[in-house]
């Protein structure tokens, strides 16, 4: 029987990797994308190996009305890997209530208006899986990254709330958290900074986003049948 996921930022370096383990495992897959539509074509031919369907969504999910949008575009759905997002960084003092806004909505507010909409759906099977990607910020805090771990924080409790209601259903919720990834959210940094940040990371190096993409395969498949509210750090024991 074919098993479909939606896959949420899949243009982005968590979310293309994710996207590409999943392919592996045979998961026919939706997947999102907001203003790279060359990217979500260029993945869509790297995936056409795997012989699954891909099918792109537009949708922007800094507004409500995107969510309704992806919504509309689904038919038979088996799990959701909320992997959207952006990143915010500077004094709280100086963020701006649009800055706010903006990141309130694409990390809190679609997520749950999403995955609200979807359950009747996922509730059609006997398993079904939802996992949200959060960050090690949700879990422990950043000076001048106060607004960004504040909705990731929102995302780890939304998770852990969620997992006891739907639990019967025979759906699981759980959330990755990872600590410093090699994507696109590293650009801002210098060589130099990225070279300090190493320091301070046990492991002594950045994360890689298919490390990321091998916990969302694990998450989604029958050998994390009772697992459930959980928060997966990947993060090379940087916060414990």
Same mark, same amino acid.
């Given at each position: 029987m074919k098993r479909f996921a939606l896959i949420t930022g899949a243009s982005g370096g968590m979310g293309r990797k994710a996207a590409h383990r999943l392919a592996e495992d045979g998961w026919?897959?939706?997947?999102?994308? %907001?203003? %790279?539509?060359? *990217?979500?074509i &260029?993945?869509?031919? &790297?995936?056409e190996p795997y012989l699954i369907e891909a099918i792109p969504i537009s949708a922007d999910l800094e507004s409500p009305e995107g969510v309704d949008r992806l919504v509309e575009s689904l038919f038979q759905l088996d799990a959701i890997v909320? *992997?959207? @997002?952006t990143s915010h960084y500077g004094l709280f003092m100086d963020t701006t209530p649009k800055e706010m806004d903006d990141l309130i909505q694409i990390h809190i507010k679609s997520p749950m208006k999403l995955i609200q909409m979807c359950l009747p759906k996922l509730m059609r099977n006997e398993q079904s899986s939802i996992v949200v990607i959060s960050s090690i910020w949700g879990q422990t805090g950043a000076a001048c990254e106060v607004l960004y771990s504040t909705v990731k924080g929102a995302q780890i409790s939304f998770v852990k709330a969620l997992s006891k209601e739907v639990a019967m259903n025979g759906m699981r919720v759980n959330a990755i958290a990872p600590g410093a990834i090699d994507t696109n959210m590293m650009k801002g940094f210098t060589d130099e900074d990225i070279e300090q940040l190493k320091e301070e990371i046990p492991a002594g190096r950045l994360g890689k986003p298919e490390e990321v993409a091998d916990a969302v395969s694990f998450l989604l498949s029958p050998r994390s049948s009772y697992i459930t509210g959980q928060v997966l750090s990947i993060?090379? @024991?940087?916060?414990t």
């Open positions: 026919n897959l939706y997947l999102h994308y %907001n203003r %790279n539509k060359e *990217a979500c &260029e993945l869509m031919k &790297e995936l909320y *992997a959207s @997002g993060n090379g @024991g940087w916060y």
